[in-house]
């Protein structure tokens, strides 16, 4: 009986996820703008490098199976 007392106190699992969260964004070393930039630039190298990658990739596939169903 005592645990069901104990549970029905303190704070609801909302409340705790929410201040758990509160708590681990105060601990994040945020980048700097210039930081952001220059980050937010890297990706977007890197995506159109592997679309590019992916494309080449693909069109020598093409071109395979038509060689081997030969049409």
């Known amino acids: 009986m005592a645990e069901k007392e104990k ?3 303190g704070p ?5 996820f929410y201040r758990e969260t509160v708590g681990e964004l ?4 945020w980048p700097t ?3 952001a930039r220059r980050l937010t630039g890297l990706v977007l190298l890197v995506m159109a490098v ?3 990658f ?3 990739v693909e069109e020598g596939a093409v071109q395979l199976l038509k060689l081997v169903i030969g049409s």
């Open 33 to 35: 703008w210039p930081e």
């Open 7 to 9: 549970k029905g106190k």
């Open 26 to 29: 105060k601990k994040v070393s």
């Open 50 to 52: 592997v679309g590019l």
């Open 12 to 16: 609801n699992a909302i409340q705790l």
């Open 54 to 56: 992916l494309a080449v």
